[in-house]
Nanobody, 124 residues
């Protein structure tokens, strides 16, 4: 089992940047594929980005491709989401999630472990 804790959210103006971090507990972090999801008020949770357990493969939602970068440091048990050129429509609670597998899945139901979320607000 793994426990996750996100940090790094906040308020930023459109066009700005934020870096989210997700720290994981335990000694088997490198056996988990990690994902970032977000949920805006009144909307369903959506996949943002995913990274395989060795960092060799990543995948992004079309809405963030070219603006967001997911990365991980297995020595620090941490996954990151660098968010650049932020838009008001990126406003949401951002969650990191983990699944003990090689593959990135786009459905949140495939991830059994979740953090508590961190709020990102982008003002226009």
């Amino acid at each position: 089992q793994v426990q996750l804790a996100e940090s790094g959210g906040g308020l930023v103006q459109a066009g700005g940047s934020l870096r989210l971090s997700c720290a994981a507990s335990g000694r088997t972090f490198n056996t988990y594929t990690m994902g970032w999801f977000r949920q805006a008020p009144g909307k369903e949770r959506e996949f943002v980005a995913g990274i395989e357990r060795n960092g060799g493969n990543t995948f992004y939602a079309d809405s963030v491709k070219g603006r967001f970068t997911i990365s991980r440091d297995n020595a620090k048990n941490t996954v990151y989401l660098q968010m650049n050129s932020l838009k008001p429509e990126d406003t949401a609670v951002y969650y990191c999630a983990a699944r003990r597998s090689w593959t990135i899945e786009l459905q949140g139901s495939e991830y059994p472990y979740w953090g508590q979320g961190t709020q990102v607000t982008v003002s226009s």
